[in-house]
């Protein structure tokens, strides 16, 4: 884990826009 903010924001853009598209389709 060398990049730790890294890897946490890709996850977080990632469950963000698998809610997004679970509520919004």
């Known amino acids: 884990m ?3 903010q890294n ?3 890709a996850l ?3 469950g963000l ?3 997004l598209a ?3 389709c």
């Open 2 to 4: 060398s990049e730790p």
């Open 7 to 9: 890897g946490r924001g």
């Open 12 to 14: 977080f853009a990632g």
């Open 17 to 19: 826009a698998a809610i």
């Open 22 to 24: 679970s509520t919004c």
